[in-house]
């Protein structure tokens, strides 16, 4: 299989900086993508990596480890409106072009 | 105008009933997906369709199937409705398999 693991739940205050990891299998993978979805509504894409090391997006960092299986998505300067679920999505070259995802880490901002 | 649209939004039927969900895009991509999503967990793919000959079961497509109409357009049918097949239902589009997935907004589907 391909188990994609992540946090359930992570609760942080408003302005701090939170960490979210996510680990896959290694075998056949290709990339991995962070997903944010707000409660009821639909997932928006917030990156894709597929080299080793950081990519920033503003305030939106992910991290990527081939070897160790391993990526975070990095928030920083946290807002109410970062309130969501986020998802991983680990795509491999042996699974027919399609990504697998996890279960979601949902993120509670409090003031 | 949204990529990508799903209809109906909304939906409460009872066990039995023959339902079909559809979904449009105007973003021009080949590659189709329906998804079912379950209260705190992710999606589950249902079945994909990389062009409009192409069509394939994804984890969990027991009880349900599919339709690719035209490029734009693919559609899920539950034969029989049962109360476990209650979800949040995506459909989603991407222009490659190394290209992020576009969303429609969802239909909640509620089975009594």
């Known amino acids: 299989g391909q188990n994609i693991d992540q946090p359930t739940e992570m609760t942080a205050t408003e302005g701090a900086i939170v960490q979210i990891n996510c680990t896959y299998q290694t075998s056949g993978f290709n990339g991995l993508f962070w997903y944010q979805q707000h409660a009821g509504e639909a997932p928006t894409f917030l990156s894709y990596n597929v080299l080793d090391g950081l990519e920033e997006k503003g305030r939106f960092s992910s991290f990527l480890s081939r070897s160790k299986g391993y990526s975070y998505l990095l928030l920083k300067e946290l807002q109410m409106k970062d309130s969501a679920s986020y998802l991983c999505?680990?795509?491999?070259?042996?699974?027919?072009?399609?990504?697998?995802f996890g279960d979601g880490t949902t993120l509670t901002v409090k003031p | 105008d949204a990529d990508v649209t799903q209809t109906p939004r909304n939906r409460i039927t009872k066990t039995g009933k023959r339902i079909m969900l559809e979904c449009s895009q105007t973003?021009?991509?080949?590659?189709m997906y329906w998804y079912r999503q379950d209260p705190g967990l992710g999606l589950q793919l249902i079945y994909y369709s990389f062009d409009v000959k192409d069509i394939n079961k994804g984890e969990i497509s027991d009880g349900y199937s599919v339709s690719r109409q035209a490029q734009a357009k693919f559609s899920l049918s539950l034969e029989s409705a049962i109360p476990n097949q209650t979800a949040l239902y995506f459909c989603?589009?991407?222009?490659?398999?190394?290209?992020?997935?576009?969303f429609g907004p969802g239909t909640r589907l509620t089975v009594l």
């Open positions: 999505a680990a795509h491999y070259n042996t699974n027919a072009g399609k990504s697998t």
């Open positions: 973003k021009g991509h080949d590659r």
């Open positions: 989603a589009t991407s222009e490659g398999s190394y290209n992020e997935q576009f």
